[in-house]
């Protein structure tokens, strides 16, 4: 499930104050304290985040540092999840030892975009989640409670893990970044040459990195509010 849709190099020049900057310059992404904004964010955040931006077609000729991806992080652990569960995890393929792993798992259609990207996510889940609770959340028994029912666990777990993954790709927008959600790929294979030893298990996949220069094209139809949504 690759989506159609391309960043427009408009999205680039909105997010230019962090875009157009070393690695360095994501590090005040971090609230200092600050009280929450009282209102909507303003019409160029929505639409970097929403309106304008695209699902890049190509990818700039540019890295994607360790201090970029520890700052989408840190925007990532702030949204909420139930009960501040955080199972999801992330794995970053970035060396060409981890991309030649990766590759063998790829849908045919997804090999060369995916791996042309700087950086490939693989967002996850941690099934044991749970073993965290106790730092994460001081509810008493709620360590146990997940631990004595697989099935709620699982289903906490994946549903919470993919929820991380879309503040990811939303993160990724605030950023500057161009972001490419994936589901094309053997999640088997990637857990068997990628996750060997940590018990996550693979959701999806977002190629990550810098729009590249690309012409403006119609965006893919979307449903609308009424063929969607019910007020009940």
Known sequence: MTSSDGLSSDIAADAALVADAPDAAVKGTMSTGSAPPSGP?????????????RTPRSWAD???????LAALYDLVKMGPTSGNC??????????EDARARLRPALSAGNVVHCLAA???????????F???LPNLNDEPGLRDWFAG????????????????GAYLLMAARALGLAAAPMSGFDAYQVEDALLAGTGW??????????????????RAPRLDFDTTCLCL
């Open 41 to 53: 964010i303003d019409d160029a955040a929505l639409d970097a985040l929403f309106r304008r931006a």
């Open 62 to 68: 540019r890295p994607v540092g360790a201090e970029t």
């Open 86 to 95: 955080m199972p999801a995890r992330f794995v970053f393929v970035v060396s």
């Open 118 to 128: 700087p950086v490939v996510a693989i967002v996850c889940h941690d099934p044991l």
């Open 130 to 132: 749970f073993e965290h």
């Open 149 to 164: 029912d697989v099935g709620l666990a699982e289903e906490t777990a994946f549903r919470n893990g993919t929820l991380q």
């Open 201 to 218: 298990r693979a959701n999806f996949l977002i190629a990550l990195g810098y729009a590249g220069d690309e012409t403006e094209r119609p």
